[in-house]
């Protein structure tokens, strides 16, 4: 369980860093990381929309997951039951914000382009 607990942490830790960079411009485009989606894609400056409008949300993508490992050590600790309840509920509030994103991010992304 600690094991789980680490890996959550460290992943929330990435997507959060990741959404900063993003909400800040700082993510450039690159083929690694980022909301890799053909609207984001088109040109450099769809993919800094998109990833400026979604950036918030990864950073709260990355919370979820952060607080879930917290909460296996805290409370779940000697019990698996409710720490692997905790680990599947952040990984799938992890997994619904980070498909948010990737919609808003769609969005802006489009926006760009039309104009």
């Given at each position: 369980?600690?094991?789980?607990?680490?890996?959550?942490?460290?992943?929330?830790?990435?997507?959060?860093?990741l959404g900063q960079k993003a909400a800040v411009g700082n993510l450039d485009r690159n083929w690694v990381?980022?909301?890799?989606?053909?609207s984001t894609l088109a040109s450099d400056e769809a993919w800094d929309a998109g990833?400026?409008?979604?950036?918030r949300i990864l950073i709260l993508a990355?919370?979820?997951p952060i607080?879930?490992?917290?909460?296996?050590l805290v409370v779940g600790w000697g019990r698996d039951?409710?720490?692997?309840?905790?680990?599947?509920?952040?990984?799938?509030?992890?997994?619904?914000?980070?498909?948010i994103s990737g919609r808003v991010a769609d969005r802006a992304a489009?926006?760009?382009?039309?104009?």
């Open positions: 369980m600690l094991t789980a607990a680490i890996v959550l942490i460290a992943g929330g830790l990435v997507v959060s860093w990381v980022g909301i890799r989606i053909p990833h400026r409008a979604a950036g990355g919370s979820a607080i879930g490992g917290a909460l296996m039951t409710l720490a692997a309840t905790i680990a599947l509920v952040a990984c799938g509030v992890l997994v619904g914000l980070v498909l489009k926006a760009v382009t039309v104009s």
